[in-house]
Structure formats: structure tokens, C-alpha cells
């Protein structure tokens, strides 16, 4: 089984920040972010590699975000620079098994619940 916990979204204004956390209970396993807009299919925003030395990011999201792991905590973190209109949506965690993490590669099937982010201009 997997849990993942999802928290740190909120409402903020264009240009601002949020760092997003998601707490998960194994490990060398690939692990993205993913998100979905109302009326959009879900999206991935971000993944990396169980060892933290592979990352993917989506151009839309390429220099703003910053995805990163703390193997301490079993804590992945997205920091989100410059939000824009367009960023907001419903966030999740994703853990996938596998040795290639971008999102065209390894099959990301579990989910956490989402946290919400929403940007107003």
C-alpha cells in the first residue's frame, strides 16, 4: 500500500510563492507532482527519481518551480515561484515504481488527495 499526504496549497496572488509538501512512507520509488484544472484532464508538473538525480519539469513550469526530496522526512517538496493564472488547479502527489520517472516512462497509479492552488490576478 501507498499514502501519500498532500499539503500547502492556498490562494495567492499572480507573482507570488507556495511550497507544496507531500509526506509518503517508502522509498526508492519515482515521485511526481501532478495537477488538474476544472474541466482539464490531470497534467504532470514535475517528477524525480528515487535517488534524486533525475527531474522532469513541464516547459510551462521550467524556471518557477523547483522539485526536490528530503530523504529525512520522506518529504517531497515542489516550490512554486511566479505562480500565474494558469498554475491554478488541484495538486497531487504520485509514486511510481521503475528506474525512469519522467511521466512518458513510469506509470504513475497512486495518488494522494490533492491540495489546492489558486491564483488571482
Known amino acids: 500500500q501507498v499514502r501519500l499526504v498532500e499539503s500547502g496549497g492556498g490562494s495567492v496572488q499572480a507573482g507570488g510563492s507556495l511550497r507544496l509538501s507531500c509526506t509518503y512512507s517508502d522509498t526508492r520509488y519515482c515521485m511526481g507532482w501532478f495537477r488538474q484544472a476544472p474541466g482539464k484532464g490531470r497534467e504532470a508538473v514535475a517528477t524525480l527519481s528515487g535517488t534524486g538525480g533525475q527531474t522532469y519539469y513541464r516547459d510551462s513550469v521550467k524556471g518557477r518551480f523547483t522539485i526536490d526530496r528530503d530523504y529525512e522526512r520522506k518529504t517531497l517538496h515542489l516550490q512554486m515561484n511566479n505562480l500565474k493564472p494558469d498554475d491554478s488547479a488541484m495538486y497531487y502527489c504520485?509514486?511510481?515504481?521503475?528506474?525512469?520517472?519522467?511521466?512518458?516512462?513510469?506509470?504513475?497509479?497512486?495518488w494522494g488527495q490533492g491540495t489546492q492552488v489558486t491564483v488571482s490576478t
Open positions: 504520485a509514486v511510481a515504481p521503475g528506474t525512469y520517472c519522467d511521466p512518458y516512462s513510469a506509470q504513475y497509479g497512486s
